[in-house]
């Protein structure tokens, strides 16, 4: 029994809900672990993440081999499914462009040098361009720029890499929600199928016109034919007069 002077209670014992809840401890270490796998393996793999490497609209990672396969061999993925179901093609995720040091090889904010790993910085990323920041760089530099590549970027379109807080985590699906209202997907390419439509007409109008094309030869061989035959009637006609009238000239001198 505790607190009876028998024994000495634990700190897990103290902290410890009359529930059985995990302690505070025990809730971050494994905040922390989940946290680790989350920076370090793909998503739809389960592999460690290695470049290239890509990101969807919750701001998830991937191996960009693993999407490609996904996206080919769909049952090679036992909860895929699941797992992915947004993932429809390569228009769902953008390929990030990460800093890499020279020295320690390590993957870092190409402005500020903190570390992209769990537990760290924040970490965001571009989608027009794919390049990857931690959030901090952004409040010290103010700028519509993206700043590794100089590229036009819209602050609404920034996507919160691994999101933590409710907060972040509801602004990356609000980003892509105002996306599906405006066509577009989360690489922000147009989701419209005009193209396949003009396509599906222009092969209809070329089948049209072979059409229109073959029924033209159709027509001028049967008119080559009746010109012929009515020729070849008047050719006879003509015959026949000659004949008749070589045969009236030989009674004649008969």
């Known amino acids: 029994m505790g607190n009876d002077g028998g024994s000495i209670p634990t700190r897990r014992e103290l902290v410890k809900s009359s529930k059985g809840e995990r302690t505070s401890s025990e809730l971050f270490e ?40 996904w996206l080919i061999s769909p049952e090679n993925f036992g909860d895929g499914d699941a797992t992915v179901p947004h993932i429809r093609s390569l228009k769902d995720v953008v390929e990030l462009k990460i800093t890499k040091d020279e020295n320690s090889g ?42 590794a590549c100089g590229s036009m970027y819209s602050k609404a379109n920034v996507v919160t890499i691994n999101p933590t807080t409710k907060a972040d985590v509801e602004a990356n699906k609000a980003r892509m929600d105002r996306l599906i209202s405006e066509g577009l997907a989360h690489s922000l390419k147009s989701t419209s199928n005009k193209k396949k439509r003009k396509n599906g007409e222009d092969s209809k109008e070329k089948k049209d016109k072979k059409k229109t094309k073959s029924m033209e030869i159709i027509r001028n061989e049967e008119t080559l034919r009746m010109t012929t035959k009515v020729l070849e009637s008047v050719k006879q006609s003509i015959n026949g007069r000659k004949r008749s009238e070589a045969v009236q000239d030989l009674y004649l001198k008969a």
């Open 30 to 69: 494994q905040n922390l672990l989940n946290a680790t796998f989350v920076w370090s393996t793909c998503i739809l793999s389960k592999k460690p993440l290695q470049l290239p490497i890509v990101s969807d609209y919750l701001g998830r990672l991937y191996n960009k081999d693993s999407v490609l396969e």
């Open 106 to 147: 390590k993957w870092i904010c190409p402005v500020t040098g903190k570390e992209l790993k769990a537990g760290g910085s924040k970490f965001v990323y571009l989608p027009e361009c794919g390049h990857v920041f931690a959030e901090s760089a952004f409040r010290e530099i103010d700028t519509d720029n993206c700043l």
